[in-house]
């Protein structure tokens, strides 16, 4: 904050809606034909997915979006759901609250792992991977799992600007396959670092990742990081916009995993992946981005969003890194 009291943030704009149509059209139409990857299939519900869907969306902070491929079929959120209940929890508690809890440095390790528990004496690293996910899901407030998933489903709600459902098919298919998560949870429980039953806490969590969303639900929701809080598609405020800095600087360290480092290395946007083939990117003061494409790289990334993002992210000068000369210095 300045002298005068004015708040200096450090954004731009997108470039005139034409031009961010036609390289959205553009990104659709290059990685269209890529057909490398492999559809995940340790949750039996995904298996079934079509490798050749593909959908994009950008929503920009003045609501204005552009939706191309099947950017409106509807898949579970997964991981990228991690994102937005921490930014519920630090709504209400508070940013430092939160990070003294769950932590928000890189794990280095797989999302699933073990072994970055036991090397941190049960201290989660990020709330990213599903050991801080867990954690940060158990912090939700209320009294009892019900009043819990309320908070929950309602907050995503009004991140997407309309009420999410959960798809019960793959809820009842990642239900009967995640004793990892269980077992996760109740190592946690042993350590003191979950802070709710731990039972609970993976139904609860288990639950929100099998809320469907579309390419163009997470786009408004990753615009609504990009615009301090607000859903620039319904001008409701979701979250405070220090929230906001926080899960962003949450997602550049930890949101693509292992290849978070990578990621921002090549495409210079705090990002989310998720397992059925999802990826949001925020462009601060600018608008988010979703690409949907199920078949994913070794690292658990959707193949063709990645593609696309890394090229959106040049063609719309969206590096949050990039920077040019002084116009007095030639």
């Known amino acids: 904050m300045s002298a ?11 470039p005139d809606r034409d031009r961010v149509r036609g390289f959205v059209d553009d990104a659709h139409a290059r ?47 997964q991981s ?44 989660t690293m990020n709330p990213m991977v599903n050991a801080g996910a867990l954690a940060t899901t158990s912090l939700l407030p209320g009294a009892t799992s019900v009043d819990k998933w309320e908070v929950l489903v309602s907050g995503l709600s009004a991140f997407a600007g309309r009420r999410l459902v959960v798809d019960e098919e793959v809820y009842a298919s990642e239900a009967a ?35 469907l969303v579309t390419a163009h639900d997470l786009a408004v929701m990753a615009a609504t990081l990009a615009d301090g809080g607000v859903n620039p598609v319904t001008r409701e405020r979701v979250v405070d916009a220090a929230v906001c800095r926080a899960v962003l600087a949450a997602l550049a360290t930890s949101g693509l995993y292992e290849q978070s480092g990578r990621w921002l290395a090549t495409i210079g946007l705090p990002g989310k992946s998720g397992v ?49 000369p002084h116009p007095d210095h030639g």
């Open 4 to 14: 005068t009291g004015e708040v200096i943030v450090s954004t731009g704009e997108l």
């Open 31 to 77: 990685f269209a034909g890529v057909d490398d990857g492999f559809v995940a299939d340790y949750i039996p519900a995904l298996a079934a997915a079509d490798r050749h869907l593909f959908g994009l969306s950008m929503v920009a902070a003045d609501g204005v979006s552009h939706d191309v491929g099947d950017a409106h079929h509807p898949f579970s959120i």
């Open 80 to 123: 990228i759901s991690k994102a937005f209940v921490y930014a519920l929890v630090c709504q209400e508690l508070g940013h430092e609250a939160v990070l003294d809890r769950i932590g928000v440095d890189g794990t280095g390790l797989p999302f699933d792992s073990v072994m970055a528990l036991e090397l941190n004496a049960g201290a």
């Open 177 to 211: 396959t995640n004793q990892r998560n269980q077992a996760i949870a109740r190592l946690l429980q042993s350590y003191g670092t979950i802070y709710a039953d731990p039972t609970e806490t993976t139904d609860i969590y288990t639950r929100q990742c099998s809320l």
């Open 276 to 324: 059925s083939g999802g990826i949001i990117t925020v462009a601060p003061g600018k608008g988010g981005l979703a690409t949907f494409s199920p078949p994913l790289d070794a690292a658990g990334n959707s193949v063709r969003g990645r593609l696309a993002t890394r090229y959106l992210s040049q063609a719309l000068g969206l590096n949050i890194f990039a920077s040019a």
